[in-house]
């Protein structure tokens, strides 16, 4: 697996990846898409990115503890329901807000936050197992 | 473009499918407990490398989580049961919390014991394994239960079943001996099969009744078909009663429960069957009681087994936890009882009984926890002088030991007593047999072990008159640390031993809750009110 071409290509595909996975999550409220599949793909551009240039440079570059990634997601969703609670309604109840920026219209929502929230959860999470996988591999 | 969407919506008459009454403070205390416990895990996972504040952090959540369970059961004592459907949808289709006097109940219980198992751990794991997370796993593990406890929605319940599975799969093997590894493949089997029954049954239920609400599911239940909604009833009695270990699904619990840290132990002990017991009244009495009286004979049968070979298992048991395990085994079948007589009276003393026995057999894992410390083994063949080495230890073991019998003053008797009365009176002569068996033959197991562990000198063979000189007496931390929790957990079973008044009228409205679904129908906000008409 480890050629010259895809170590070359690896780092291009998992910044294209990585782009992808933040636009899907973003499209994710109204289309096809959102926080848990955005996940997976993030995950799978570290996975491509540890095959390609080795568990140790992946674990530099993330700066922070994959496993800490997904409780910071966790965290945050909780947080998202939380937020519900100075508006008195049940938790959980999706708040928005409109932003005008020149002539477009950006809508922010707490569901957009609990969305980014499970992004975090499920890239961390799938990060650290096959981050462990392919230790285990290197390890061999 | 979504700004577009809320005006459509706004602007046409469709019926109404949100809540539009402002949510108080009262009101978010249904979840808070659940939600602090989750997002506290997420904290301290995040903080993992952070050791030293790690059990600071996790004591002050619990405790905060505490605070706000006293409460909301003051709360719910005072006004009632207390609902909360999630994101203002009107239920069933929002996730509904419903919280009785049971709920709050048991996870106050809970969370009480949670704490107790917190400061027990300090002296008890290494800081490699605080580094792995162990008290953010304790803290999901408490979310789940505690999430388990106020779920109003079948589904929702079968999440935090997982959750649970998460945090215990995770602790169970903290420390990574061979042992455990074995314990948590024979957990982790038998349990993954439980959800999945109760995830098959839950695919029936929602196929029967289109609808995963408990209550809404309790209002229409008794118009169901009986053979589906029997088969529905013996499906969740399988999958609760494996969780529960009731005989005959109770052999992964001797062989699993015994291998983790001894605090670890406690903690499964203390909540993970309870929430099969719990889930198995909720279930048979609330939700579906047609099904309940369809599988009468199945339950009776079930309840006077479990009660008789469970301390028959710990009669036989010469390795402490497991034996332990058994007399926890025992517990399930008295549970059991008040399902098989649906009395006030009957389903009281089931409620009460999770509630003793969630105290007690924390405590009784705590102290085996200290005891192993003290012999260094596990085997009560090899242990022995403990009574001379520490009286107080011996006084504690024994007041859990007839705790857990049933014997006066303690907790353990007024559950046991309000389940014979109940059986009585409803002419299940069997089952007080059994219920007195149960006590007979668990006080024998446990002051075997009494008598094997405290009074006997030394280990079985020629020194078992001499002094035990291989005892490692408990330094100071350990002191502190592990056998202050014990004695706190032990004292609060004497307290509601000798005042029980509080506890029965706690019971006595946990199985009016139980029992009559009305309440708990209307506060979800599903009261029918054209039904109300034809009556």
Redesign the interface.
Known sequence: MNTVIFRTIAPILVAIMVVFSVFILLRGHNEPGGGFIGGLIAASAIAIYGIAAGVEEVRKALKFDPIAIAGFGVFIAGLAGLLSYFYQVPFLTGLWAYLDIGPSKVALSTPLLFDIGVYFAVLGTIAAIALALEEDEEGK | ???D??NIVESSELPVAM?DV???FA??LI?LPT?IA??G?????????NKAIQAGLAILIVVGIIILEVRLFLNVMEFGTQS?????WLPPF?ISFTVDVISIGFALAGAIVTLAVLIYAQADISSREVKY?FH?LVLLLLAGVTGAFMTGDLFNLYVWFEVMLIASFGLIIMGGRKIQLDGAIKYGFLNFLATTFFLISLGLIYGLFGTLNMADISQVSAQAPIGPLTAIGALLLLAFGMKGAAFPVNAWLPASYHTPHPAVSALFGGLLTKVGAYALLRSLLLIMPSARDFLDPVITFLAIATLILAPLGALAQTNLRRAIGFLLIGGVGSVLVGLGVPTIRGVAGASIYIFHSMLTISALYLMAGLIERIMGTQDTRKMGGLYSASSWLSILFLVLVFAVAGLPPFLGFWPKLLLIEASLSQGDVWLVVALVLNSLLTTIAGTRLWAHIFWRSGPVGENSEQENKKLKPLTLREKYLCVTPTTILVLFIVFFGLKPAMIFDAGRMAAYGLLDNSEYIEVTGLADPTKEKVE
Request: zero cysteines.
């Open positions: 473009m979504a700004a969407k809320t809540i402002a949510t108080s009101d978010w979840i939600v989750l997002m895990a997420a904290l301290l996972i995040m903080l993992r490398f909360m459907t999630m994101g203002k929002g997370g953010s």
